[in-house]
């Protein structure tokens, strides 16, 4: 399947990342963990969900299990500042991307990233590459060094069962 222009502009900022990732295109949707996972054959837990938060009203990025809710109390603790949900149009205005497809770089604004680090147990996790049907795979260490994020306990209780 030939990439979206979204996915193309997530190779390429893998590329000019020094990663060798392949983005890879689904027929099915890859929209949310669980749909990724049963696209992928991945547990769940590999899945990483890119999901934008305001710190004090400025956008900031956090990187979380697809088995994990976030707790937004210790993102706050972590971040030090009030957190709220973006809406929808400041994803995009944010991002470049919609919500569904937002990968964790190659992003339109630069962002201070979280990491949640329950995504450190396997050895490969999956993230979207730019839309609801497009993703990579890459070291879940390797993807927190080129994000130039910082590793913290953001899981709150676990979202859905980890299974494949």
Same mark, same amino acid.
Request: with cysteine; net charge negative.
């Given at each position: 399947?030939?990439?979206?222009?979204?996915?193309?502009?997530? +190779?390429?900022?893998?590329?000019?990342? %020094?990663?060798?990732?392949?983005?890879?295109?689904?027929?099915?949707?890859?929209?949310?963990?669980?749909?990724?996972?049963?696209?992928? %054959?991945?547990?769940?837990?590999?899945?990483?969900?890119?999901?934008?938060?305001?710190?004090?009203?400025?956008?900031?990025?956090?990187?979380?299990?697809?088995?994990?809710?976030?707790?937004?109390?210790?993102?706050?603790?972590?971040?030090?500042?009030?957190?709220?949900?973006?809406?929808?149009?400041?994803?995009?205005?944010?991002?470049?991307?919609?919500? %569904?497809?937002?990968?964790?770089?190659?992003?339109?604004?630069?962002?201070?990233?979280?990491?949640?680090?329950?995504?450190?147990?396997?050895?490969?996790?999956?993230? +979207?590459?730019?839309?609801?049907?497009?993703?990579?795979?890459?070291?879940?260490?390797?993807?927190?060094?080129?994000?130039?994020?910082?590793?913290?306990?953001?899981?709150?209780?676990?979202?859905?069962?980890?299974?494949?």
């Amino acid at each position: 399947m030939e990439l979206k222009e979204a996915a193309q502009r997530v +190779a390429n900022a893998l590329a000019a990342a %020094g990663v060798e990732a392949e983005v890879r295109a689904y027929t099915e949707s890859t929209r949310t963990a669980e749909e990724a996972a049963t696209a992928i %054959g991945a547990r769940v837990g590999q899945i990483v969900k890119s999901l934008i938060f305001l710190a004090d009203g400025q956008p900031t990025l956090a990187l979380v299990s697809g088995a994990n809710r976030l707790d937004t109390t210790k993102l706050a603790q972590v971040v030090g500042a009030k957190i709220t949900r973006a809406d929808a149009e400041t994803v995009r205005a944010t991002t470049g991307y919609a919500i %569904g497809g937002v990968p964790p770089m190659g992003l339109a604004t630069s962002l201070s990233v979280y990491f949640d680090r329950d995504l450190l147990q396997y050895a490969e996790v999956w993230a +979207a590459a730019g839309t609801p049907h497009a993703v990579f795979c890459i070291a879940p260490d390797a993807l927190a060094h080129i994000t130039d994020a910082q590793v913290a306990d953001l899981a709150g209780s676990h979202d859905v069962a980890d299974e494949p």
